[in-house]
């Protein structure tokens, strides 16, 4: 059985955009990307991390924890990535 890893997104806005930091496990440090609407933020996460990585999240169980502010909204939420 894969050893589950669990990768952090914080997102805030930034200019119409919501702007990513990205940090967990076999990351040498946290990332930063953008997206147009909050809900892309955990696809463009695992995107960036299986680009940095190189490696294929589907068998390690990746998991993303999102939380967002800005504008009056605070959120958080969770998903397993299956590929």
Known sequence: MSKS??????AGRS????A???????LRRSYHTQVKRLEQAEEMARDLVVTVLDADLSETGAKFELTASGEGVITRSAASFRT
């Open 15 to 18: 200019d119409g955009w919501w």
């Open 5 to 10: 890893r669990t990768y952090t997104i914080t």
């Open 20 to 26: 990513l930091t990205v940090s967990g496990p076999g």
